[in-house]
């Protein structure tokens, strides 16, 4: 089965402080990570995919399939990464679908 | 371009009733997903629909179903509303199947409320 985990549900730190958001996922086949976010008032949108090994405003996230893990994280938090942050899995083996996790609410104090 | 678009905004149904949820994908998009969002949970996959045809089916009842018209507009119906229904639901587009290559865009959600 499919199941991605976010053990956090609130994070706090200071600006300028490094941030790694957890995400644990189980999935038997090929999995396709991915991050999403979602400002306040804003729509839910991507963010980051693990494929494309890009860094999207300064977050960078690394698949690790020996520790079924793709964590989020950025060297030094600013104010406006304050978020909701979703992890999420898709892939082939079971229809295209797509499963997200519970969340982490980031918040950055000034 | 809107974006993906969601109507209605709110809807307020009782138990037992039926309800229909539509959504406008951006233009160009061939895939509809559709997202139950209960509050302080993350989304909940319902169905992905592409080229009119069911691509993906999360863990959801038989009350739960949708379709996809020829404009790729789409519709998500849910029969026999139940309390625990009440949640946002989302719409996604993409150009193809939503997945690394497919970017899946959000549309702003409806809010159900079931008394």
């Known amino acids: 089965a499919q199941r991605v985990t976010q053990p956090e549900k609130l994070l706090s730190v200071f600006k300028g402080a490094p941030v790694e958001l957890k995400c644990n996922y189980s999935y038997s086949g090929s999995p396709e990570l991915f991050w999403y976010v979602q400002y306040s008032r804003q729509r839910l949108q991507l963010l980051l995919r693990h494929i494309s090994r890009e860094s999207i405003k300064g977050f960078t996230a690394d698949l690790n399939k020996g520790e079924t893990s793709f964590h989020l994280k950025k060297p030094f938090a600013q104010e406006e990464d304050s978020a909701m942050y979703y992890c999420a899995l898709s892939g082939v083996d079971y229809g295209q679908n797509f499963v997200f996790g519970p969340g982490t609410r980031l918040s950055v104090l000034p | 371009d809107a974006g993906v678009t969601q109507s209605p905004t709110h809807l307020i149904k009782t138990r037992g009733q039926h309800v229909t949820l539509r959504c406008s994908p951006i233009s160009g998009h061939k895939s509809v997903s559709w997202y139950q969002q209960v509050l302080g949970q993350g989304p909940q996959f319902i169905f992905q629909?592409?080229?009119?045809?069911?691509?993906g089916r999360g863990n959801f009842p038989d009350r739960f179903s949708a379709r996809q018209f020829p404009n790729y507009s789409s519709e998500l119906n849910v029969n026999a509303l139940l309390l625990g229904d009440s949640a946002l639901y989302l719409c996604?587009?993409?150009?193809?199947?939503?997945?690394?290559?497919?970017?899946?865009?959000f549309g702003p959600g409806t809010r159900l409320t079931v008394l």
């Open positions: 996604a587009s993409s150009l193809g199947l939503a997945g690394t290559y497919n970017e899946q865009f």
């Open positions: 629909y592409y080229e009119k045809e069911e691509r």
